[in-house]
C-alpha cells in the first residue's frame, strides 16, 4: 500500500510565497516522475511542474521564473517553491507521484488528496 500526502497549502496575498511538499510512503521500491498539478474553480486539473528521477524539471508557462519545483529522493518527497503568486495561481494543488512498487516491480500512478492554495488581491 502506497500513501502519498501533501502540505503547505493555505491563504496568502498575492506576490507572497507558499512551498508545498508532498511526501510518499508505503511498499515503495523506487519512484519515477513526480509532478504538482492545479485545478482551479470550474476548470480542468493542468500540469504546473513535472521532475524526473534524473532531476530534469519542466513547467507550465505561465508559472516560469515564478515556480520551483524540487524533490529529495531520500525522503520521497517533492516540493513546490511558489513565488510571486498571483490571484489566478488559486486552486487545489494535487501531487502526483510515480511509483514502481516493491510487490509488483510495476509503475503505478499514485495521487495525493490535493491541498487548497488561496491568493487574495
Known amino acids: 500500500q502506497v500513501h502519498v500526502v501533501e502540505s503547505g497549502g493555505g491563504l496568502v496575498q498575492a506576490g507572497g510565497s507558499l512551498r508545498l511538499s508532498c511526501a510518499a510512503s508505503?511498499?515503495?521500491?523506487?519512484?519515477?516522475?513526480m509532478g504538482w498539478y492545479r485545478q482551479a474553480p470550474g476548470q480542468q486539473r493542468e500540469l504546473v511542474a513535472h521532475?524526473?528521477?534524473?532531476?530534469?524539471?519542466n513547467y507550465a508557462d505561465s508559472m516560469k521564473g515564478r515556480f520551483t519545483i524540487s524533490r529529495d529522493n531520500a525522503k520521497n518527497t517533492v516540493y513546490l517553491q511558489m513565488n510571486s503568486l498571483k490571484p489566478e495561481d488559486t486552486g487545489v494543488y494535487y501531487c502526483?507521484?510515480?511509483?514502481?512498487?516493491?510487490?509488483?516491480?510495476?509503475?503505478?500512478?499514485?495521487w495525493g488528496q490535493g491541498t487548497q492554495v488561496t491568493v487574495s488581491s
Open positions: 508505503g511498499n515503495i521500491f523506487s519512484i519515477n516522475a
Open positions: 521532475i524526473t528521477s534524473g532531476g530534469s524539471t
Open positions: 502526483n507521484v510515480r511509483i514502481v512498487t516493491s510487490e509488483l516491480r510495476k509503475e503505478f500512478s499514485y
